[in-house]
């Protein structure tokens, strides 16, 4: 009886672990056929740069077993100084788990796994909490600019956020003290699940820390879970992708990774002073701030306080109120009348008598 029981006690762990962390795919070696990806394919994509199709035909098929037979041998060579270990390989992983597509169609696939393909990789981790709720963290993701509007009116700070494309997937930012970025956001959730909670971003960022200038690609994961009321647990994971040795021994190093996470921090904190000051109920700055008095910031106040207060919100509600309201706004067709047009006269038939000489005598 002990026996069975430890036996079912073991089978529900391991239940509960796969429902926990989904069900992962796996692996298999997989070749990749020329006439389903042309080589003509792949160079288009890499724009003919000999490095550029090392890293991603080495990556994919080191690390996901698949290889295309589009690559040449030398393509397919493993980089001399990586070592394709369970770590190095865990992003090729974690992204096709959350369910993002290997077709090379997908937009940004080769993009990604060509960098992550890379002899070079920096990772950056911050983990935290944010005191807010679920709908309305997906609120102020779903609305950035006024996101960073409201930011500023509470903090005087100089943060831009806007969208750059009409689904919101594209965006740029700057924090007004040496970060920026251009930004696509690949996944909004975890294979169809915990929608908001799972994200991922690739971009180029740009950042001035201490005496450097630099700039480069990452690739970001941006993890949450509600653990209590109003509280939001995060972590965030970046990898980068210097592009030469000498910037990758700079980025490794402990002073320069304290910065970033620094900087990482004081954008978190500078969130959280804001969420405070609105949540104890300091409503000047809304009133005060110019910027928060435009139509469409008064209407994003009201939205979000309804949020706050329980309402629902639900990731894309934004772009789809947009898109009713574009419907709305235009000019209903009007019926054209029926021009008017000139009466046609009837033909009548005229009989005409012409009398003969004979007659007229």
């Not at 029981?5 to 926990?20: H, N, P, Y």
């Not at 709720?133 to 609120?139: G, K, P």
């Not at 000498?246 to 969130?271: A, G």
């Not at 772009?319 to 009837?346: I, M, Q, W």
Request: aromatic share 12%; net charge positive; hydrophobic share 35%.
């Amino acid at each position: 009886m002990l026996r069975n029981f430890r036996t079912s006690f073991l089978c529900v762990c391991i239940c509960s672990l796969f429902l926990t962390l989904g069900v992962t795919e796996s692996f298999a070696a997989k070749k990749i056929s020329s006439s389903e990806v042309s080589r003509r394919q792949l160079l288009m994509k890499m724009k003919n740069k000999d490095d550029d199709m090392r890293a991603f035909c080495s990556g994919m098929d080191q690390c996901l077993g698949i290889r295309y037979e589009a690559c040449t041998d030398a393509e397919l060579k493993p980089w001399p100084k990586v070592d394709y270990s369970e770590e190095y390989c865990k992003p090729y992983k974690d992204i096709v788990n959350r369910g993002f597509s290997l077709d090379i169609r997908t937009h940004m696939m080769t993009d990604i796994f060509l960098r992550l393909g890379r002899q070079y990789r920096v990772v950056y981790e911050s983990e935290g909490t944010l005191p807010l709720e679920v709908n309305e963290i997906t609120f102020l993701f779903d609305n950035m600019p006024f996101t960073a509007d409201l930011i500023n009116a509470y903090l005087e700070s100089e943060y831009t956020l806007s969208y750059n494309s009409t689904n919101r997937r594209y965006f740029s930012g700057n924090n007004g003290h040496g970060l920026s970025g251009d930004f696509y956001w690949a996944l909004q959730d975890s294979a169809g699940t915990k929608s908001m909670l799972r994200n991922m971003f690739f971009g180029y960022g740009y950042a001035q820390i201490l005496r450097w200038s630099l700039k480069g690609t990452a690739v970001a994961f941006l993890d949450m879970n509600l653990v209590a009321p109003r509280t939001i647990k995060y972590k965030l994971t970046a990898y980068v992708f210097p592009s030469n040795s000498v910037l990758n021994s700079i980025m490794h190093m402990r002073v320069f990774k304290s910065v970033v996470n620094s900087k990482i921090d004081d954008v978190v904190n500078d969130i959280k002073k804001a969420a405070t000051m609105y949540y104890g109920g300091d409503r000047r700055p809304l009133a005060n701030n110019a910027k928060l008095r435009t139509p469409e910031n008064q209407r994003h106040i009201a939205e979000f306080d309804n949020v706050v207060a329980g309402g629902p919100w639900k990731l894309g509600d934004a772009e789809r109120l947009e898109r009713n309201g574009r419907e709305l706004s235009k000019p209903k067709p009007v019926a054209k009348p029926a021009e008017p047009t000139e009466p046609v006269e009837p033909k009548i038939k005229a009989n005409i008598y012409i009398k003969k000489d004979s007659e007229n005598e």
